[in-house]
Nanobody
Framework: QVQLVESGGGSVQAGGSLRLSCTAS?????MGWFRQAPGKEREGVAV???????????YYRDSVKGRFTISRDNAEHAVFLQMNSLKPEDTAMYYC???????????????????????WGQGTLVTVSS
């Protein structure tokens, strides 16, 4: 099981930007970000999957499409989340996740079946003020 360490959280005003980073102790084809706001259920934000040919596929929750971008550096075992046009409703603890043996279909399915994932980071807090 890989170990995940997040960084980059902080406080920002609405409309601002933050970039989250996550470094893993090993390689996982499926990596991504989840978040949990106070009093709410944990939800998938974005996942990225590197196929056998080396190309990346991405999947986002509707509410962040066009504002957030997930990317990865496989050489560094890192995944990033660029968050632009932040809104107060984006306030949450953000968790880096990994599913080392998942295929693309299950990587996407992890949005609703997060037990498919096998590694979670400790979280980094993002606070967006209005």
């Amino acid at each position: 099981q890989v170990q995940l360490v997040e960084s980059g959280g902080g406080s920002v005003q609405a409309g601002g930007s933050l970039r989250l980073s996550c470094t893993a102790s090993g390689y996982s084809k499926c990596m991504g970000w989840f978040r949990q706001a106070p009093g709410k259920e944990r939800e998938g934000v974005a996942v990225i999957y590197t196929g056998d040919t080396g190309g990346d596929s991405t999947y986002y929750r509707d509410s962040v499409k066009g504002r957030f971008t997930i990317s990865r550096d496989n050489a560094e075992h890192a995944v990033f989340l660029q968050m632009n046009s932040l809104k107060p409703e984006d306030t949450a603890m953000y968790y880096c996740v990994a599913g080392g043996t998942l295929g693309w279909a299950n990587c996407r399915l992890s949005f609703v079946v997060d037990s498919l994932l096998d590694a979670w980071g400790q979280g980094t807090l993002v606070t967006v003020s209005s």
